[in-house]
């Protein structure tokens, strides 16, 4: 009966061993599945963090080839400004350059209607004053062919003659000399016109005087007589 016991002891002891050990298999077995799993979960979490810097750098990639066209598209859009400007430009100057010709070509149609007017007035003033020279030489012919005592005097002659003649008793005398013997007859009939006027008043004064004679009284006459005495006397013609 010991030795029954002992060999299920035995046996009992094997059982538990045997368990143990699959025990420790299964432990063993549980340790390597979560070592792969945890290897997979790494490998795992390597592969997503490889696909997510692939795709951080595919989309940098495109990004940087997104500006590389942007800054393409922006140097072609430049150019294209820059092109255009300068056509703008250019068309500047040439509109400025046909202003300046067309301003060139009035300023030249200008000047040269200015100097045509201006030959033109020459021209007319030439003709005005041929026309007056010509106008002269025909009165100073006219006068040329005038014998010495019909030829014409200028206005200066007849204006000093007038004076001379108008002057205060020398007057009278200048008048008398000239209407006598003066070889020129307008000289001369100036001169008798201007003694014509002296007897004029000459007799209208001596019609007054007669008038006044009989007409004024004896008191008043003396007067009067008196009066004129002291203007002779004032005026050096009487003592």
């Known amino acids: 009966m010991a030795d029954y016991d002992n060999v299920e002891v035995k046996e009992a002891e094997e059982k538990a061993k045997a368990a143990e050990a699959a025990a420790e298999e299964a432990r063993k077995e549980a340790e390597r599945i979560a070592k792969k799993a945890k290897e997979e979960a790494e490998a795992k979490k390597k592969a997503e963090e490889a696909e997510k810097e692939a795709a951080a750098k595919e989309a940098a990639a495109k990004a940087e080839e997104e500006k590389k066209e942007a800054d393409k598209r922006v140097q072609e859009a430049k150019a294209a400004a820059e092109a255009e400007a300068q056509k703008a430009e250019e068309a500047k100057k040439q509109a400025e350059a046909k202003k300046a010709e067309e301003d060139a070509a009035k300023a030249q149609a200008a000047a040269a209607a200015a100097a045509a007017a201006a030959q033109k007035q020459q021209e007319a003033a030439a003709a005005k ?29 007849y204006f000093w003659v007038g004076i001379f003649c108008w002057l205060p008793f020398i007057g009278i005398l200048v008048t008398l000399i000239l209407s006598i013997f003066p070889k020129n007859k307008n000289l001369k009939c100036f001169a008798r016109s201007k003694l014509a006027y002296y007897i004029i008043i000459f007799i209208a004064c001596l019609i007054i005087t007669l008038v006044a004679g009989y007409v004024i009284p004896e008191d008043s006459k003396i007067e009067i007589g008196n009066a004129l005495l002291k203007i002779m006397r004032s005026v050096g013609l009487a003592v």
């Open 129 to 157: 004053e041929a026309k007056r020279k010509e106008k002269k030489a025909k009165i100073q012919a006219l006068k040329d062919q005038c014998p010495a005592q019909y030829k014409p005097l200028g206005t200066s002659v």
